[in-house]
């Protein structure tokens, strides 16, 4: 199917009780949006970071009991999966989409990329736009404005540490735009160095 956008009933599957219900609404409603946003998207970032990037849709394979707040497509240049690796994401909460460059806690070398990050500190508060948001938790919804020095150090340092940076749309906002897709191409333009830099970074361990 060709992306056409997010509705109301894509948000309202995060209402649905239990984790089967969910998932079966999940699987219905959003993941076939997402599979659609991973074959337009992986081209696209193939092409702007120079290295083969593969579509990575959430299965939520791990859950037993609680049922998924969100939901994602990952990109990552790794074929068999994206969270050792910088990528990049799309994917919606109950409450509003999201469009990051993350190093998730379970990513290899972070003490890399977080040295490649601290060294260009300066450069990213520069380059990176002043709407874009950040997170050092990809579990919970809440954001921060503005990079600090203190995140890119635990990044580092702290075995569950994560680092994310992009942008979200609130949820009445996203289902009314029909500019979803240029929105994100352009974040992903935006957050290009961010990847660049990590990737580089494990590149030269």
């Known amino acids: 199917m060709a992306f056409t956008g997010f509705t109301e009933k894509d948000f309202e599957v995060f209402a649905v009780e239990g984790l089967e219900p969910r998932m079966q609404a999940l699987i219905a409603t959003v993941r076939p949006k997402l599979e659609a946003l991973g074959e337009m998207f992986a081209p696209m970032l193939t092409a702007m970071t120079g290295e083969d990037v593969y579509a990575h849709v ?6 037993t009991v609680h049922p998924p707040d969100n939901t994602w497509v990952a990109f990552s240049s790794d074929k068999r999966g994206y969270k050792k690796h ?3 994401q799309i994917g919606l909460w109950r409450t509003h989409v999201f469009v990051w460059f993350a190093v998730l806690d379970e990513a290899a070398n972070k003490a890399a990329y977080a040295r490649a990050l601290a060294e260009r500190e300066a450069e990213i508060r520069a380059i990176i ?12 919804p809440e954001t921060v404005n503005r990079l600090d020095a203190e995140m890119i150090e635990r990044l580092g340092k702290v075995k569950k540490a994560e680092l994310l940076c992009g942008v979200t749309i ?3 906002e996203a289902v009314r735009r029909t500019d979803l897709i240029e929105i994100f191409e352009q974040t992903f333009t935006a957050l290009a160095p961010l990847y660049q830099w990590t990737t580089r970074a494990a590149v030269l361990l």
Request: no cysteine; hydrophobic share 25%; proline share 17%.
């Open 86 to 88: 910088p990528h990049f």
């Open 129 to 140: 736009p002043p709407s874009f948001v950040w997170s050092t938790d990809h579990t919970r």
């Open 170 to 172: 609130p949820r009445e």
């Open 58 to 63: 959430a299965k939520h394979a791990r859950r």
